[in-house]
């Protein structure tokens, strides 16, 4: 009787074993869109961003020279952002003429300085 004892008890824990195992979702955890749940991997996209930066700038004449990837240029009269330091610190409009991957752009609004960046954002 023992021995019977014993091995129902081994079925028991043999049958629900496998069911422990398994975790269950809770209704309000679904996967994300930007997570898809089959890869278990983020989708990583390159930026779509216009960005380049402020080579020279000149004071009297209020024009600076940017400089940007030959990939992606600035449109004429396309007004762009300037920042420093994160911190936006006027706007610029491209005006032309362009070379290479260098192009002129008219101060609107605020100051600039070499070394500062410029983005369509």
Do not use: H
Request: charged content about 25%.
């Amino acid at each position: 009787m023992r021995l019977t004892s014993q091995l129902l008890l081994l079925a028991f824990v043999v049958a629900f074993a496998g069911c422990a195992s398994k975790k269950s979702t809770p209704v309000g955890d679904a996967p994300s869109p930007a997570r898809p749940a089959a890869s278990g991997k983020p989708i990583v996209k390159p930026s779509d961003q216009l960005m380049g930066k402020v080579v020279s700038y000149n004071t009297v004449g209020r024009f600076a020279v940017l400089n940007f990837p030959v990939t992606r240029m600035p449109a004429v009269d396309q007004t762009l952002f300037l920042y420093r330091d994160g911190l936006k610190v006027g706007e610029i409009k491209i005006t032309g003429p362009q070379k290479d991957d260098n192009i002129v752009g008219d101060l609107v609004i605020g100051e600039t300085k070499a070394g500062d960046e410029v983005r369509d954002r």
